[in-house]
């Protein structure tokens, strides 16, 4: 795919996430035992083909950079193309927005000197796998001028910034709801329903024109401006199908690393031709001790397991004591759970340690987060 291009949004919003992502950005918030939550996105759009990718990074960017290197996990470190680390020109206030027109503003340059005719926009807060070939073939048959990606279950579970979709028959895109207070709009029978995903396909050069109109409205967001255009703009939607988990939340986080003990999404997620990439940590194999118990649960490697683990997910090098059980939660890299120490419902960030015999519990609609703490 020669003539495509992509932009990561890596900077969207992470304040209801209780403290995963005060010291990183989202994008870089840990994901089922080994990846980061940008690692879907990327590799989408490298299984797809795209060679020349772009991420609009947030201000407090260090962790990107210590994931991503180079790029050389998702084979883009290149001569010609490859991975662009861009800067953000605003931090915060993105909880109604995703897409601001001032970020591709700020790196208009790396749009301009590009040759390719479609540029796909992403954004990193969300578990998916797509490959996009069919997709660019529908918006290249459609003469489309934007191609949204959308999930036909109407607008229940919807997250401010990606808007409810009134798409007919012909997958045209009549209506956009440019608030999620807004009841969508049913002009006839033959009108579907659809949730975007914050994931659209745009001609570059009309993405260009849109930066050159709007770049001076400091919250011009991208989706407003094409709902404000609908009636000289070709918008289409293509329905997507698989699994998609959006991280909008401390819920859907857990939820959605739980979601990865069922083996039917596991598998379509992670086992399927279009493999997650991830930056590769060699570490040795997880050793199991003789009072080990391991119930459902995924186990990354580099651990030390001699307790219980029930419904759990487990990332690199996690020690867990005899003694220790630790049901219903998700468990960061180097954590040490302590003899007799007993967690449910608990997500723990990186390095922690949890004290013999402690006791912590959370509940099943309300997780417990216990954030790392600061080096300083």
């Not at 980061?36 to 795209?50: K, P, Y």
């Not at 020109?89 to 970020?103: E, H, M, S, T, V």
């Not at 997958?171 to 002009?187: D, F, G, M, N, Y």
């Not at 990332?315 to 468990?331: C, H, L």
Request: charged content about 20%.
């Amino acid at each position: 795919m020669r003539d495509t291009i992509g932009i990561l949004y890596a900077n969207s919003d992470g304040d209801q996430l209780q403290g995963l992502a005060q010291y990183r950005p989202i994008a870089a918030v840990p994901f089922g035992g080994r990846y980061r939550l940008l690692d879907f996105a990327l590799s989408n759009m490298v299984n797809s083909g795209l060679r020349t990718i772009g991420m609009i990074t947030p201000f407090f960017y260090r962790p990107l950079l210590d994931h991503l290197g180079a790029g050389k996990s998702w084979f883009l470190d290149r001569k010609a193309g490859g991975l662009y680390i861009l800067p953000g020109a605003i931090n915060g206030l993105r909880n109604k927005n995703k897409f601001y027109i001032k970020d591709l503003k700020l790196n208009y340059e790396f749009l301009y000197k590009d040759f390719a005719e479609n540029v796909i926009i992403s954004s990193c807060n969300q578990v998916f796998n797509l490959h996009y070939e069919e997709a660019l073939s529908f918006h290249e048959r459609m003469s489309a001028d934007v191609t949204f990606i959308y999930r036909e279950d109407g607008c229940d579970g919807a997250q401010p910034g990606q808007g409810c979709l009134n798409i007919g028959n012909d997958q045209a895109v009549h209506r956009i709801e440019k608030s999620l207070s807004q009841e969508p709009t049913h002009s006839s029978n033959d009108i579907v329903i659809g949730n975007s995903l914050g994931i659209l396909i745009i001609r570059r050069h009309l993405l260009m024109e849109i930066i050159k109109g709007y770049h001076t409205v400091d919250t011009a967001d991208l989706m407003e401006v094409i709902s404000e255009n609908l009636n000289s703009l070709r918008v289409y939607g293509y329905p997507f199908t698989g699994y998609i988990k959006s991280i909008n939340s401390v819920q859907d986080y857990f939820n959605g690393n739980m979601d990865l003990l069922n083996l039917p999404i596991r598998e379509k997620l992670l086992l399927g031709e279009n493999r997650i990439h991830t930056k590769i940590i060699d570490n040795p194999p997880t050793r199991y001790g003789s009072h080990a118990y391991i119930k459902n649960s995924l186990i990354s490697s580099g651990c030390e397991i001699d307790g219980e683990v029930e419904n759990s997910v487990l990332s690199r090098g996690v020690i867990v004591e005899r003694g220790a059980k630790i049901k219903n939660s998700i468990i960061l890299q180097k954590c040490v759970i302590r003899s007799d120490a007993k967690l449910d419902f608990v997500i723990l960030d990186k390095s922690l340690e949890v004290d013999m015999g402690n006791i912590i519990n959370g509940r099943q609609n309300h997780p417990l987060v216990m954030p790392k703490k600061p080096l300083i």
